[in-house]
């Protein structure tokens, strides 16, 4: 059992920058493909980021590629995403993800532990 709590999120002007972290509970963290999805209002939740748990391989979603970064420290038991370069497009609720599959998954459906969000606003 796995239990996720996001952080950092907030209001930035575009261009700017926010690190969101999403601390998780349990002794195997290590050993979970960890995400990022966001759901902003009318919309489907959106795959954003992932980070494998073997080899630490990544993968972005189309629109975040050269923004974002996806990060994790196993001894912290925390996963991070670093946005750069914000745009009023990138708000919506984020949510951090879990799941014990290896591999990179890119369907909400692939995950089986979630966060309650954590909402980002970029203003114009």
């Known amino acids: 059992q796995v239990q996720l709590e996001e952080s950092g999120g907030g209001l930035v002007q575009a261009g700017g920058s926010l690190r969101l972290s999403c601390a998780a509970s349990g002794r195997t963290f290590s050993r979970y493909t960890m995400a990022w999805f966001r759901q902003a209002p009318g919309k489907e939740r959106e795959f954003v980021a992932a980070?494998?748990?073997?080899?630490?391989?990544?993968d972005y979603g189309d629109s975040v590629k050269g923004r974002f970064t996806i990060s994790r420290d196993n001894a912290k038991n925390t996963v991070y995403l670093q946005m750069n370069s914000l745009k009023p497009e990138d708000t919506a609720v984020y949510y951090c993800a879990a799941t014990s599959k290896t591999g990179i998954y890119y369907r909400r459906y692939d995950y089986n532990y979630w966060g309650q969000g954590t909402q980002v606003t970029v203003s114009s």
């Open positions: 980070i494998s748990w073997i080899g630490g391989g990544t």
